[in-house]
């Protein structure tokens, strides 16, 4: 079996370049590494992209056109043949599999929709543990200066308040799975790196 490892955190935490440079680490070492993302980009991922993600990133936050419950249940679409499709199959093969997001995401915001925890952990059961998911935190201040949203003050107080509640709910599931570790994403791009590097060789490598 080969390694998983999630990277969490909110919109502009840092997971995608920290992602990039995780999988490079992994393959200077000589492992072959698989690096994905959820939304995907396959077909379910393109309708979240169409349904739920229209107008980009503040087009979730200001009421999605479709229900709460049609989007949970899109997102694990997606997931389920990411799991199937992507993950299993590279894991089996011994490879790495990083994932940019995975279900840590969908009880964190869908959360903080307003669905119900037990329903959304319910609804992806399926989706396996990863040996590690890591959260990068981030002060939503912080977080929105380095993605410096162009949008008006009120979308923008809309989104900070989203924001917030999202890293609240990250910060509750650390408690709850054993397998998610909490790092300081206000640190600088290669400090994260090194502290992702020690728990990786201290929570997954020692143990192999
Ligand atoms: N540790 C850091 N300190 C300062 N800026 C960062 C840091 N990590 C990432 N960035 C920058 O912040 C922005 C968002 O980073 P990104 O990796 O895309 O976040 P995410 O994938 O979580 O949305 C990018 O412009 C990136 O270059
Ligand atoms: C995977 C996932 C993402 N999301 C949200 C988090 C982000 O705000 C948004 C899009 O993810 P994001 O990582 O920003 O993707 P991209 O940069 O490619 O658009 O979807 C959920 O609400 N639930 C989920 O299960």
């Not at 990411?82 to 590279?90: E, G, T």
Request: glycine share 6%; aromatic share 8%.
């Amino acid at each position: 079996m080969g390694i998983f490892i999630v990277l969490e955190g909110i919109d502009g935490a840092g997971k995608s370049t920290q992602a990039k440079m995780l999988a490079e680490w992994f393959e200077k070492r000589g492992y072959e590494v698989v690096l994905t993302k959820e939304p995907t980009d396959t077909a379910f991922g393109k309708l979240i992209r169409r349904l739920v993600l229209t107008g980009g990133r503040e087009g979730i936050i200001d009421g999605a056109r479709i229900s709460h419950e049609a989007e949970a249940l899109l997102f694990a679409a997606d997931r389920a043949e990411h799991v199937d499709k992507l993950i299993c199959p590279s894991l089996e093969a011994g490879k790495v599999v990083i994932s940019d997001r995975y279900f840590y995401s969908s009880l964190a915001y869908q959360w903080a929709r307003g669905l119900d925890l037990e329903w959304l952990i319910d609804l992806n059961r399926f989706a396996i543990r990863p040996d590690l998911a890591v959260l990068l935190d981030l002060p939503v201040k912080e977080s929105m200066r380095r993605i410096n949203r162009r949008s008006l003050k009120s979308e923008f107080d809309k989104i900070a308040v989203l924001q917030r509640k999202v890293r609240e709910n990250y910060l509750k599931l650390v408690e709850m799975f054993p397998e998610m570790r909490i790092v300081n994403a206000q640190n600088s791009i290669e400090d994260i790196h090194n502290d992702i590097v020690g728990l990786i060789e201290e929570e997954i490598l020692k143990k192999t």
